[in-house]
């Protein structure tokens, strides 16, 4: 590799480090809170340093952008965006699918059991109306 191809992929890696559209107006410190407790998790200082929480929290704002980017211009096909568009996108990373798919589930579980919960709890409410009108 020539100097001049090593230098124009720094400069193609310190170009991508930052925010891909600096004139946006999006909210800093998204994640801020959320990546402070993954990178204590993974083995960082408790409260680690603020430079370091809002670079990853900048790469995740920007990879979920993009990936968002990426599912509209799949979905525009079809004329909406879907849950499909986005596993589509991640096919071929096998952890991010299997765990998207896992917590897609996780959510279906929640949504009957809170269906079934608010079902039980409107019969209960008819029971006890019942009750206090016949006593």
């Not at 993974?42 to 340093?49: E, H, K, Q, V």
């Not at 980017?69 to 991640?90: P, T």
Request: glycine share 6%; charged share 30%; aromatic share 6%.
């Amino acid at each position: 590799m020539s100097n001049s191809a090593a230098g124009t992929s720094s400069k193609t890696r310190a170009a991508s480090s930052q925010p891909s559209e600096p004139s946006s107006k999006r909210r800093r410190g998204v994640f801020q809170r959320e990546l402070q407790h993954m990178m204590y998790g993974f083995g960082d200082d408790p409260n680690p340093l603020p430079e370091s929480v809002a670079l990853l929290d900048d790469i995740v704002v920007e990879y979920i952008t993009e990936l968002v980017h990426k599912a509209q211009d799949i979905g525009s096909q079809r004329g909406k965006l879907s849950v499909e568009d986005f596993l589509y996108l991640i096919r071929k990373d096998a952890p991010k699918l299997n765990r998207c798919t896992e917590l897609l589930s996780m959510n279906e579980e929640l949504k009957q059991a809170r269906k079934l919960f608010d079902h039980d709890e409107e019969n209960l409410k008819k029971a006890y109306d019942d009750d206090t009108a016949d006593g």
